[in-house]
Protein backbone atom coordinates (compact mmCIF):
# COMPACT_ATOMS: atom_id res chain seq x y z
CA UNK A 1 0.00 0.00 0.00
CA UNK A 2 1.32 3.22 -0.69
CA UNK A 3 2.28 5.47 2.06
CA UNK A 4 0.25 8.55 1.04
CA UNK A 5 -2.81 6.80 0.57
CA UNK A 6 -2.33 5.83 4.51
CA UNK A 7 -1.58 9.97 5.20
CA UNK A 8 -4.50 11.32 3.57
CA UNK A 9 -6.69 13.72 5.43
CA UNK A 10 -4.12 13.45 8.54
CA UNK A 11 -2.05 16.71 10.12
CA UNK A 12 1.45 15.33 9.95
CA UNK A 13 4.86 16.17 8.94
CA UNK A 14 6.25 14.33 5.85
CA UNK A 15 10.42 14.47 5.11
CA UNK A 16 10.73 12.40 1.89
CA UNK A 17 9.15 10.26 -0.54
CA UNK A 18 4.99 9.38 0.39
CA UNK A 19 4.77 7.27 -2.68
CA UNK A 20 6.46 4.44 -1.74
CA UNK A 21 5.11 1.22 -0.82
CA UNK A 22 4.56 -0.24 2.39
CA UNK A 23 4.16 -3.96 2.98
CA UNK A 24 3.69 -4.15 7.07
CA UNK A 25 4.38 -2.46 10.20
CA UNK A 26 5.83 -3.00 13.83
CA UNK A 27 6.91 -0.88 16.54
CA UNK A 28 9.41 -3.85 17.09
CA UNK A 29 12.50 -3.50 15.34
CA UNK A 30 13.64 -6.86 15.17
CA UNK A 31 10.95 -7.72 13.31
CA UNK A 32 11.23 -5.06 10.98
CA UNK A 33 11.92 -6.17 7.14
CA UNK A 34 11.91 -4.80 3.95
CA UNK A 35 9.29 -2.19 3.20
CA UNK A 36 8.03 -1.71 6.43
CA UNK A 37 7.27 1.30 8.60
CA UNK A 38 8.94 1.48 11.95
CA UNK A 39 6.71 3.24 14.57
CA UNK A 40 9.24 4.44 17.56
CA UNK A 41 7.16 4.38 20.21
CA UNK A 42 8.36 6.43 23.42
CA UNK A 43 8.15 3.93 26.46
CA UNK A 44 8.71 3.87 30.60
CA UNK A 45 11.63 1.72 29.90
CA UNK A 46 13.16 2.89 26.75
CA UNK A 47 12.38 4.68 23.88
CA UNK A 48 12.15 3.50 20.37
CA UNK A 49 14.17 5.94 18.68
CA UNK A 50 17.05 4.43 19.56
CA UNK A 51 16.22 1.48 17.49
CA UNK A 52 15.65 3.29 14.66
CA UNK A 53 18.96 2.48 13.32
CA UNK A 54 18.11 -0.94 13.82
CA UNK A 55 15.14 -0.65 11.54
CA UNK A 56 16.62 1.40 8.72
CA UNK A 57 19.54 -1.95 8.57
CA UNK A 58 16.99 -4.51 8.95
CA UNK A 59 14.84 -2.68 5.83
CA UNK A 60 12.60 0.08 7.13
CA UNK A 61 11.58 2.56 4.42
CA UNK A 62 9.81 4.52 6.91
CA UNK A 63 10.26 5.64 10.10
CA UNK A 64 6.94 7.32 11.97
CA UNK A 65 8.32 9.43 15.51
CA UNK A 66 6.87 12.17 17.93
CA UNK A 67 9.97 14.12 16.83
CA UNK A 68 12.33 15.30 14.04
CA UNK A 69 15.05 12.54 13.81
CA UNK A 70 18.46 13.11 11.68
CA UNK A 71 18.11 11.05 9.24
CA UNK A 72 18.31 11.32 5.28
CA UNK A 73 18.44 8.42 4.00
CA UNK A 74 14.58 7.31 4.77
CA UNK A 75 11.42 8.81 4.80
CA UNK A 76 10.29 10.14 7.20
CA UNK A 77 6.68 10.75 9.31
CA UNK A 78 6.28 13.11 12.15
CA UNK A 79 2.74 13.09 14.13
CA UNK A 80 2.10 15.27 16.92
CA UNK A 81 0.77 12.02 19.02
CA UNK A 82 2.27 8.95 17.84
CA UNK A 83 -0.35 6.40 20.19
CA UNK A 84 -3.67 8.33 19.07
CA UNK A 85 -1.75 7.99 14.86
CA UNK A 86 -1.29 4.51 15.31
CA UNK A 87 -4.37 3.04 15.63
CA UNK A 88 -5.25 5.69 11.91
CA UNK A 89 -2.82 4.08 10.19
CA UNK A 90 -3.26 0.97 11.04
CA UNK A 91 -6.97 0.89 10.50
CA UNK A 92 -6.22 2.29 6.63
CA UNK A 93 -3.48 -0.23 6.31
CA UNK A 94 -5.62 -3.54 7.50
CA UNK A 95 -8.84 -1.73 5.44
CA UNK A 96 -10.73 -1.68 8.59
CA UNK A 97 -11.94 -4.99 10.33
CA UNK A 98 -13.67 -3.19 12.82
CA UNK A 99 -15.92 -2.40 10.22
CA UNK A 100 -16.35 -6.56 9.47
CA UNK A 101 -17.05 -7.99 13.45
CA UNK A 102 -19.38 -7.33 15.94
CA UNK A 103 -17.21 -6.55 18.67
CA UNK A 104 -18.28 -6.68 22.46
CA UNK A 105 -16.02 -4.81 24.31
CA UNK A 106 -15.86 -5.55 28.66
CA UNK A 107 -14.18 -3.33 31.13
CA UNK A 108 -14.11 -2.36 34.61
CA UNK A 109 -11.69 -3.61 37.69
CA UNK A 110 -12.61 -7.28 38.27
CA UNK A 111 -14.54 -9.79 36.00
CA UNK A 112 -13.19 -9.36 32.57
CA UNK A 113 -11.88 -12.42 31.90
CA UNK A 114 -14.02 -14.53 33.53
CA UNK A 115 -17.03 -12.96 31.51
CA UNK A 116 -15.10 -13.34 28.22
CA UNK A 117 -14.71 -16.78 29.56
CA UNK A 118 -18.51 -17.54 29.93
CA UNK A 119 -19.43 -15.88 26.15
CA UNK A 120 -16.79 -17.66 24.61
CA UNK A 121 -18.48 -21.02 25.76
CA UNK A 122 -21.47 -19.80 24.82
CA UNK A 123 -20.52 -19.02 21.32
CA UNK A 124 -18.86 -22.33 20.64
CA UNK A 125 -21.73 -24.09 21.98
CA UNK A 126 -23.71 -22.07 19.70
CA UNK A 127 -21.57 -23.62 17.08
CA UNK A 128 -20.51 -19.65 16.51
CA UNK A 129 -16.68 -19.16 15.54
CA UNK A 130 -15.38 -16.32 17.63
CA UNK A 131 -12.49 -14.46 18.86
CA UNK A 132 -10.79 -12.84 22.11
CA UNK A 133 -8.51 -10.58 23.37
CA UNK A 134 -7.81 -10.62 26.79
CA UNK A 135 -5.53 -10.76 29.74
CA UNK A 136 -4.48 -14.53 29.49
CA UNK A 137 -3.71 -14.62 25.62
CA UNK A 138 -5.42 -13.30 22.24
CA UNK A 139 -6.86 -16.04 20.46
CA UNK A 140 -10.03 -17.82 17.75
CA UNK A 141 -10.40 -21.13 16.29
CA UNK A 142 -7.05 -23.11 17.32
CA UNK A 143 -4.46 -19.81 17.50
CA UNK A 144 -3.43 -19.13 20.52
CA UNK A 145 -1.30 -15.38 20.90
CA UNK A 146 0.72 -15.14 23.74
CA UNK A 147 0.37 -11.18 25.14
CA UNK A 148 2.07 -8.74 27.50
CA UNK A 149 -1.16 -6.45 28.49
CA UNK A 150 -4.38 -7.18 28.87
CA UNK A 151 -5.01 -5.08 25.45
CA UNK A 152 -2.44 -4.74 22.79
CA UNK A 153 -1.33 -1.93 21.25
CA UNK A 154 -3.87 -0.52 18.57
CA UNK A 155 -1.28 -2.02 15.79
CA UNK A 156 -1.52 -5.74 17.46
CA UNK A 157 -5.36 -4.96 17.74
CA UNK A 158 -5.72 -4.42 14.20
CA UNK A 159 -3.48 -7.43 12.76
CA UNK A 160 -5.10 -9.80 14.69
CA UNK A 161 -8.63 -8.45 13.70
CA UNK A 162 -7.95 -8.66 10.11
CA UNK A 163 -6.46 -11.97 11.08
CA UNK A 164 -9.62 -13.05 12.62
CA UNK A 165 -11.99 -11.94 9.54
CA UNK A 166 -9.66 -13.57 6.90
CA UNK A 167 -10.21 -16.94 8.93
CA UNK A 168 -14.01 -16.03 9.17
CA UNK A 169 -14.71 -15.00 12.08
CA UNK A 170 -17.93 -12.81 13.14
CA UNK A 171 -17.63 -12.01 16.64
CA UNK A 172 -14.88 -10.75 18.63
CA UNK A 173 -14.89 -10.44 22.57
CA UNK A 174 -11.90 -7.79 23.78
CA UNK A 175 -11.07 -7.10 27.64
CA UNK A 176 -10.34 -3.45 27.20
CA UNK A 177 -8.47 -1.70 29.95
CA UNK A 178 -8.13 1.21 31.40
CA UNK A 179 -4.91 1.91 29.79
CA UNK A 180 -6.08 0.91 26.17
CA UNK A 181 -8.67 3.47 26.63
CA UNK A 182 -6.34 6.31 27.64
CA UNK A 183 -3.54 5.59 25.38
CA UNK A 184 -5.63 5.48 22.12
CA UNK A 185 -5.03 1.57 21.66
CA UNK A 186 -8.72 0.93 20.80
CA UNK A 187 -9.47 4.80 19.28
CA UNK A 188 -11.67 4.61 16.47
CA UNK A 189 -12.42 0.80 16.72
CA UNK A 190 -16.38 0.43 16.28
CA UNK A 191 -17.76 -1.53 19.41
CA UNK A 192 -21.12 -3.12 19.16
CA UNK A 193 -21.91 -3.90 22.56
CA UNK A 194 -19.97 -2.06 25.68
CA UNK A 195 -19.71 -4.11 29.23
CA UNK A 196 -19.46 -2.36 32.34
CA UNK A 197 -18.40 -4.85 35.51
CA UNK A 198 -17.70 -2.76 38.59
CA UNK A 199 -14.98 -0.04 39.46
CA UNK A 200 -13.14 -0.40 42.28
CA UNK A 201 -9.43 1.12 43.92
CA UNK A 202 -6.38 -0.44 41.43
CA UNK A 203 -4.04 1.40 38.83
CA UNK A 204 -4.20 4.85 40.54
CA UNK A 205 -0.24 4.93 40.20
CA UNK A 206 -1.00 5.32 36.25
CA UNK A 207 -4.39 6.94 37.11
CA UNK A 208 -3.76 9.10 40.38
CA UNK A 209 -7.54 9.09 41.59
CA UNK A 210 -10.60 6.68 40.84
CA UNK A 211 -12.52 9.28 39.18
CA UNK A 212 -9.68 9.72 36.44
CA UNK A 213 -9.87 5.81 36.18
CA UNK A 214 -13.48 6.11 36.06
CA UNK A 215 -13.38 8.67 33.24
CA UNK A 216 -11.19 6.39 31.21
CA UNK A 217 -13.14 3.42 31.56
CA UNK A 218 -16.35 5.45 30.48
CA UNK A 219 -14.77 6.57 27.19
CA UNK A 220 -15.59 3.12 25.81
CA UNK A 221 -19.18 3.48 26.17
CA UNK A 222 -19.06 7.59 25.19
CA UNK A 223 -18.06 6.32 22.06
CA UNK A 224 -20.74 3.86 21.13
CA UNK A 225 -22.25 5.09 17.54
CA UNK A 226 -19.82 7.32 17.18
CA UNK A 227 -18.16 5.43 13.56
CA UNK A 228 -19.57 4.39 10.61
CA UNK A 229 -21.53 0.79 11.55
CA UNK A 230 -25.14 1.62 11.69
CA UNK A 231 -26.40 -1.61 13.58
CA UNK A 232 -28.06 -0.99 16.93
CA UNK A 233 -25.30 -0.85 20.10
CA UNK A 234 -25.71 -1.74 23.50
CA UNK A 235 -24.28 -1.16 26.83
CA UNK A 236 -24.37 -3.87 29.70
CA UNK A 237 -23.95 -1.91 32.88
CA UNK A 238 -23.85 -3.54 36.68
CA UNK A 239 -25.93 -0.86 38.54
CA UNK A 240 -25.19 -2.14 41.59
CA UNK A 241 -21.71 -0.97 41.39
CA UNK A 242 -21.73 2.93 42.61
CA UNK A 243 -19.57 3.90 39.52
CA UNK A 244 -21.61 1.81 37.53
CA UNK A 245 -25.33 3.20 38.60
CA UNK A 246 -23.35 6.97 37.46
CA UNK A 247 -22.30 5.15 34.07
CA UNK A 248 -25.95 4.39 33.95
CA UNK A 249 -26.90 8.07 34.20
CA UNK A 250 -24.33 8.88 31.42
CA UNK A 251 -25.67 10.03 28.10
CA UNK A 252 -24.74 7.29 25.72
CA UNK A 253 -25.55 6.34 22.38
CA UNK A 254 -27.20 2.67 22.53
CA UNK A 255 -29.77 0.68 24.65
CA UNK A 256 -28.71 0.22 28.28
CA UNK A 257 -29.55 -3.07 29.60
CA UNK A 258 -28.95 -2.74 33.44
CA UNK A 259 -27.53 -5.64 35.80
CA UNK A 260 -28.18 -6.43 39.75
CA UNK A 261 -28.48 -9.37 42.12
CA UNK A 262 -29.66 -6.43 45.00
CA UNK A 263 -33.44 -6.40 45.79
CA UNK A 264 -33.24 -2.47 46.01
CA UNK A 265 -31.98 -2.00 42.17
CA UNK A 266 -34.29 -1.77 39.21
CA UNK A 267 -32.53 -3.41 36.45
CA UNK A 268 -33.29 -5.29 33.14
CA UNK A 269 -31.31 -8.75 34.82
CA UNK A 270 -31.95 -9.29 38.01
CA UNK A 271 -30.92 -12.92 39.56
CA UNK A 272 -32.80 -14.22 42.70
CA UNK A 273 -32.80 -17.02 44.95
CA UNK A 274 -29.11 -17.46 44.68
CA UNK A 275 -27.46 -20.41 46.20
CA UNK A 276 -23.61 -21.18 46.33
CA UNK A 277 -21.50 -24.31 47.15
CA UNK A 278 -18.57 -25.78 46.86
CA UNK A 279 -19.52 -27.45 43.51
CA UNK A 280 -21.02 -24.38 42.04
CA UNK A 281 -23.87 -21.70 41.80
CA UNK A 282 -27.47 -22.17 40.86
CA UNK A 283 -29.83 -19.08 40.23
CA UNK A 284 -32.94 -17.72 38.93
CA UNK A 285 -32.64 -15.03 36.09
CA UNK A 286 -35.22 -12.70 35.48
CA UNK A 287 -35.40 -10.69 32.24
CA UNK A 288 -38.13 -9.17 29.70
CA UNK A 289 -40.95 -10.97 31.79
CA UNK A 290 -39.14 -13.90 32.16
CA UNK A 291 -37.36 -16.44 34.48
CA UNK A 292 -34.96 -18.80 34.04
CA UNK A 293 -32.72 -20.71 35.79
CA UNK A 294 -29.21 -20.60 35.29
CA UNK A 295 -26.60 -23.04 36.70
CA UNK A 296 -22.68 -22.45 37.07
CA UNK A 297 -19.65 -24.34 38.05
CA UNK A 298 -17.90 -21.06 39.30
CA UNK A 299 -18.52 -20.36 43.33
CA UNK A 300 -18.77 -16.60 44.16
CA UNK A 301 -21.08 -13.85 43.82
CA UNK A 302 -18.30 -11.92 41.62
CA UNK A 303 -19.06 -15.01 39.73
CA UNK A 304 -22.87 -14.51 39.62
CA UNK A 305 -22.75 -10.72 38.53
CA UNK A 306 -20.40 -12.13 35.73
CA UNK A 307 -22.50 -14.70 34.38
CA UNK A 308 -25.54 -11.90 34.51
CA UNK A 309 -23.09 -9.74 32.47
CA UNK A 310 -22.36 -12.60 29.74
CA UNK A 311 -26.19 -13.65 30.02
CA UNK A 312 -27.27 -10.12 28.78
CA UNK A 313 -24.51 -9.60 25.88
CA UNK A 314 -26.12 -13.34 24.51
CA UNK A 315 -29.28 -12.10 24.67
CA UNK A 316 -28.27 -9.20 22.95
CA UNK A 317 -26.08 -11.13 20.14
CA UNK A 318 -30.09 -13.08 19.40
CA UNK A 319 -28.38 -16.02 20.45
CA UNK A 320 -31.16 -18.90 21.52
CA UNK A 321 -31.71 -19.56 25.36
CA UNK A 322 -30.81 -22.90 25.67
CA UNK A 323 -27.82 -22.31 23.51
CA UNK A 324 -26.70 -19.41 26.06
CA UNK A 325 -28.13 -21.91 29.63
CA UNK A 326 -25.66 -24.48 28.07
CA UNK A 327 -22.67 -22.22 27.36
CA UNK A 328 -23.06 -21.47 30.69
CA UNK A 329 -23.32 -24.32 32.07
CA UNK A 330 -20.59 -25.83 30.15
CA UNK A 331 -17.54 -23.88 31.29
CA UNK A 332 -15.97 -25.62 33.77
CA UNK A 333 -12.84 -23.75 34.45
CA UNK A 334 -10.90 -20.71 33.81
CA UNK A 335 -7.07 -20.65 34.08
CA UNK A 336 -6.01 -18.65 37.12
CA UNK A 337 -9.38 -18.05 38.45
CA UNK A 338 -10.45 -19.68 41.44
CA UNK A 339 -8.28 -23.15 40.17
CA UNK A 340 -8.35 -25.97 41.79
CA UNK A 341 -5.23 -27.68 42.44
CA UNK A 342 -4.97 -31.21 42.49
CA UNK A 343 -4.29 -32.20 46.59
CA UNK A 344 -3.88 -36.09 45.98
CA UNK A 345 -6.87 -36.49 48.50
CA UNK A 346 -4.94 -35.12 51.72
CA UNK A 347 -8.48 -33.62 52.56
CA UNK A 348 -7.40 -29.90 52.17
CA UNK A 349 -8.02 -27.92 48.86
CA UNK A 350 -5.97 -25.50 47.19
CA UNK A 351 -6.52 -22.43 45.25
CA UNK A 352 -5.05 -20.51 42.40
CA UNK A 353 -6.91 -17.19 41.97
CA UNK A 354 -5.76 -13.93 39.94
CA UNK A 355 -6.94 -11.91 42.95
CA UNK A 356 -4.31 -8.79 42.84
CA UNK A 357 -6.64 -5.76 44.05
CA UNK A 358 -7.93 -4.91 47.56
CA UNK A 359 -12.16 -6.10 46.14
CA UNK A 360 -10.94 -8.85 44.55
CA UNK A 361 -9.41 -9.94 47.60
CA UNK A 362 -12.06 -9.85 49.63
CA UNK A 363 -14.44 -11.47 47.38
CA UNK A 364 -12.64 -14.58 46.70
CA UNK A 365 -11.74 -14.61 50.60
CA UNK A 366 -15.82 -13.96 51.22
CA UNK A 367 -16.72 -16.90 48.71
CA UNK A 368 -14.42 -19.42 50.53
CA UNK A 369 -15.50 -18.07 54.02
CA UNK A 370 -19.24 -18.92 52.75
CA UNK A 371 -17.98 -22.04 52.22
CA UNK A 372 -17.19 -23.35 55.95
CA UNK A 373 -13.64 -24.29 55.94
CA UNK A 374 -11.45 -25.04 59.08
CA UNK A 375 -9.06 -22.81 58.03
CA UNK A 376 -8.08 -20.25 55.35
CA UNK A 377 -4.45 -20.32 55.01
CA UNK A 378 -3.65 -17.56 52.39
CA UNK A 379 -0.32 -16.69 50.36
CA UNK A 380 -0.74 -13.08 48.61
CA UNK A 381 2.13 -10.59 47.58
CA UNK A 382 1.56 -7.45 46.02
CA UNK A 383 3.15 -6.25 42.81
CA UNK A 384 6.36 -3.72 42.63
CA UNK A 385 5.97 -0.72 40.52
CA UNK A 386 2.74 -0.53 40.99
CA UNK A 387 -0.26 1.35 42.86
CA UNK A 388 1.53 1.14 46.15
CA UNK A 389 -2.13 2.77 47.81
CA UNK A 390 -3.26 -0.98 47.79
CA UNK A 391 -0.59 -2.92 49.45
CA UNK A 392 -2.12 -1.70 53.24
CA UNK A 393 -5.90 -2.58 51.77
CA UNK A 394 -4.83 -6.12 51.17
CA UNK A 395 -2.87 -7.00 54.23
CA UNK A 396 -5.50 -5.82 56.54
CA UNK A 397 -8.55 -8.01 54.49
CA UNK A 398 -5.74 -10.87 54.38
CA UNK A 399 -5.01 -10.75 57.90
CA UNK A 400 -9.37 -10.32 59.00
CA UNK A 401 -10.32 -12.91 56.92
CA UNK A 402 -7.60 -15.69 56.79
CA UNK A 403 -6.91 -17.94 59.79
CA UNK A 404 -3.10 -17.64 58.70
CA UNK A 405 -1.39 -15.53 55.84
CA UNK A 406 1.74 -15.86 54.44
CA UNK A 407 2.84 -12.79 52.61
CA UNK A 408 5.34 -12.90 50.17
CA UNK A 409 6.44 -11.85 47.07
CA UNK A 410 4.25 -11.35 43.98
CA UNK A 411 6.29 -9.66 40.98
CA UNK A 412 8.66 -7.60 42.47
CA UNK A 413 9.71 -5.58 39.23
CA UNK A 414 12.32 -2.85 40.10
CA UNK A 415 11.09 -2.77 43.77
CA UNK A 416 12.86 -4.10 46.85
CA UNK A 417 10.43 -6.79 48.28
CA UNK A 418 11.26 -6.38 51.44
CA UNK A 419 9.90 -2.54 50.48
CA UNK A 420 6.68 -3.29 49.11
CA UNK A 421 6.08 -6.09 52.21
CA UNK A 422 6.45 -3.62 54.57
CA UNK A 423 3.61 -1.93 52.60
CA UNK A 424 1.30 -4.81 53.50
CA UNK A 425 2.66 -5.20 56.76
CA UNK A 426 1.28 -1.40 57.44
CA UNK A 427 -2.58 -2.84 56.72
CA UNK A 428 -1.96 -5.30 59.24
CA UNK A 429 -0.26 -3.45 62.33
CA UNK A 430 -2.07 -0.37 61.98
CA UNK A 431 -6.01 -1.60 60.97
CA UNK A 432 -6.34 -5.45 61.25
CA UNK A 433 -8.78 -6.72 64.42
CA UNK A 434 -5.84 -9.36 63.95
CA UNK A 435 -2.30 -8.39 64.02
CA UNK A 436 -0.39 -11.82 64.75
CA UNK A 437 -1.52 -14.45 62.25
CA UNK A 438 1.23 -13.99 59.54
CA UNK A 439 4.09 -14.62 58.66
CA UNK A 440 6.56 -13.05 56.02
CA UNK A 441 8.37 -15.24 53.55
CA UNK A 442 9.75 -13.15 51.00
CA UNK A 443 10.88 -16.39 48.55
CA UNK A 444 7.16 -17.35 47.11
CA UNK A 445 8.03 -21.08 46.47
CA UNK A 446 8.98 -21.45 50.35
CA UNK A 447 5.57 -19.49 51.67
CA UNK A 448 3.59 -22.18 49.04
CA UNK A 449 5.85 -24.90 50.87
CA UNK A 450 5.08 -23.62 54.35
CA UNK A 451 1.06 -23.55 53.41
CA UNK A 452 1.30 -26.68 52.36
CA UNK A 453 2.89 -28.19 54.64
CA UNK A 454 0.61 -26.56 57.70
CA UNK A 455 -2.62 -27.37 55.97
CA UNK A 456 -4.66 -30.20 57.40
CA UNK A 457 -8.27 -31.85 56.80
CA UNK A 458 -10.58 -29.58 55.94
CA UNK A 459 -8.34 -26.47 55.39
CA UNK A 460 -7.87 -23.91 52.18
CA UNK A 461 -5.10 -22.63 50.92
CA UNK A 462 -5.68 -19.63 48.76
CA UNK A 463 -2.64 -18.35 46.52
CA UNK A 464 -3.53 -15.48 44.90
CA UNK A 465 -2.02 -12.14 43.04
CA UNK A 466 -0.38 -14.16 39.62
CA UNK A 467 -3.06 -17.02 38.80
CA UNK A 468 -2.40 -17.66 34.86
CA UNK A 469 0.85 -16.05 35.48
CA UNK A 470 3.30 -18.70 35.00
CA UNK A 471 6.18 -16.22 35.73
CA UNK A 472 7.50 -13.89 38.54
CA UNK A 473 9.00 -10.66 37.16
CA UNK A 474 12.28 -9.67 39.02
CA UNK A 475 14.00 -6.21 38.24
CA UNK A 476 13.42 -6.67 34.37
CA UNK A 477 13.68 -10.07 34.27
CA UNK A 478 10.60 -13.29 34.01
CA UNK A 479 11.91 -16.17 35.68
CA UNK A 480 9.80 -19.23 35.17
CA UNK A 481 7.20 -19.77 37.65
CA UNK A 482 4.12 -21.44 38.21
CA UNK A 483 2.10 -21.68 41.48
CA UNK A 484 -0.17 -24.21 40.77
CA UNK A 485 3.23 -26.27 39.94
CA UNK A 486 4.90 -25.58 42.99
CA UNK A 487 2.15 -26.40 44.77
CA UNK A 488 2.10 -29.39 43.23
CA UNK A 489 5.54 -30.26 44.02
CA UNK A 490 5.32 -30.07 47.73
CA UNK A 491 1.50 -31.73 47.85
CA UNK A 492 3.40 -34.83 46.51
CA UNK A 493 6.35 -34.41 48.64
CA UNK A 494 4.04 -34.46 51.87
CA UNK A 495 2.01 -37.24 50.74
CA UNK A 496 4.66 -39.13 49.71
CA UNK A 497 7.48 -37.71 52.28
CA UNK A 498 10.23 -38.03 49.75
CA UNK A 499 11.81 -35.58 51.69
CA UNK A 500 12.39 -34.64 55.40
CA UNK A 501 11.30 -31.53 55.25
CA UNK A 502 14.27 -29.86 57.34
CA UNK A 503 16.23 -30.70 54.38
CA UNK A 504 14.00 -28.47 52.53
CA UNK A 505 15.49 -24.98 53.50
CA UNK A 506 14.68 -21.36 52.28
CA UNK A 507 16.65 -20.00 49.47
CA UNK A 508 17.68 -16.69 49.17
CA UNK A 509 15.72 -14.07 47.25
CA UNK A 510 17.27 -12.88 44.14
CA UNK A 511 16.76 -9.54 43.86
Not at 168 to 175: A, C, V, W
Not at 184 to 212: C, M, P, W
Not at 243 to 262: D, F, H, M, R, V
Not at 263 to 279: G, L, Q
Request: charged content about 25%; glycine content about 6%; overall charge positive.
Amino acid sequence: MKLKNLLQNETITVIGDDNIEISEISYDSRKISKNYAFFALPGHNTDGTKYISEAISRGASVIITNTKYDINSITQVIVEDIFHFMPIFCAKFYNYPDKELSIIGITGTNGKTTTTYMLESIFINSNIDCGVIGTINYRYKNKIINGDNTTPQALDIYRIMREMVNNSIKYLIMEVSSHALSLSRVYGIDFDIAVFTNLTQDHLDFHKNEDNYFEAKSVLFKRLGMYTKRNKKYAVINVDDPYGWKLSKTKINAEIGLYSTLEKNAADFKARNIIVTNKGSVFDLFFNNKKVKIKISHIGLHNIYNAIAAFAVATYCEIPMKKILKGLNNLRSIPGRLEKVDTRGMGFEVIIDYAHTSDAFRNVLQTLKNLKFKRIITVFGCGGNRDRAKRPLMGKIASEMSDFVFITSDNPRAEDPHQIILDIEVGIKKFSNNKENYKVVIDREIAIKEAVMMAIKNDIILITGKGHEIYQIIGTEKINFNDAEIAKKYIDIKKNKKTPLNQIKQKEFPF
